[in-house]
């Protein structure tokens, strides 16, 4: 037996397959390796556990400077919304695409605008990291209503998170073969609201990876 503090933590073993009995100092030699080999695995164990307990310490550090990050590009966002003009209007939510496109490591972010009857997007604002194309206006949407899984969603001011295009079931089936049409590996869907009223979406979409944007 492998003993360890007391504590049977395995065991150690020889055999033939001849009837040859082993010699009491066979035995004994085996018997003097246990304690050494009980100490290496434990130290092995004791490694692995100091190892993964660096690595959830360095996510927990990582995660929180990501919140850190969140909160500072927040901050910068909202004095920079609140310092806009009627003049400047556009290029600061070009500024603002940008810099949520860029944290978030997305191919496009785009800020789209409902007209007539809160049901007809317009393609307001967007920006693309430059690796992938632009949405052609053929592309667009006219009418959210012909997407009537997403309507539901955004009609009741609900975030939209799809990590995996693929993985998407069958009730979101018409949804999930227009995104798949364009090339949409993921994508996160934030309603814009005023008051009660739904004015809009900001979408940050992925067409080259499937990404948890979740994460912080």
């Not at 360095?58 to 929180?64: G, M, Q």
């Not at 969140?70 to 310092?83: D, G, H, R, W």
């Not at 939510?93 to 605008?113: P, S, T």
């Not at 007209?115 to 990291?129: A, C, E, I, Q």
Request: charged letters at 25%; hydrophobic letters at 40%; one cysteine or more.
């Amino acid at each position: 037996p492998l003993i360890l503090n007391e504590q049977a933590i395995g065991i150690i073993g020889m055999d033939r397959f001849s009837a040859k009995p082993f010699s009491d100092t066979e035995v004994q030699l085996l018997q003097a390796f246990s304690r050494p080999i009980a100490l290496t695995i434990e130290n092995q164990r004791l490694y692995q556990q100091a190892q993964q307990e660096i690595a959830e310490r360095k996510r927990t550090s990582e995660k929180l400077q990501r919140r850190l990050q969140t909160e500072a590009l927040v901050t910068s966002i909202t004095a920079q919304l609140l310092n806009t003009g009627l003049d400047d209007f556009q290029e600061n939510i070009e500024k603002v695409l940008a810099q949520l496109g860029n944290f978030a490591n997305a191919d496009r972010c785009y800020l789209n605008m409902f007209g007539v009857g809160n049901t007809t997007l317009k393609n307001d604002f967007s920006w693309t990291n430059g690796k992938v194309p632009k949405r052609k206006p053929e592309d667009q949407l006219h009418d959210i209503r012909d997407l009537p899984w997403v309507y539901e969603r955004l009609s009741r001011f609900e975030c939209i998170h799809i990590p995996d295009v693929d993985k998407m079931g069958a009730d979101a089936q018409q949804v999930k073969n227009r995104w798949q049409q364009f090339g949409i590996k993921s994508l996160a869907v934030i309603p814009v609201r005023r008051a009660e009223k739904l004015i809009g979406i900001l979408t940050n979409r992925d067409l080259r990876f499937v990404r948890d944007t979740t994460q912080p």
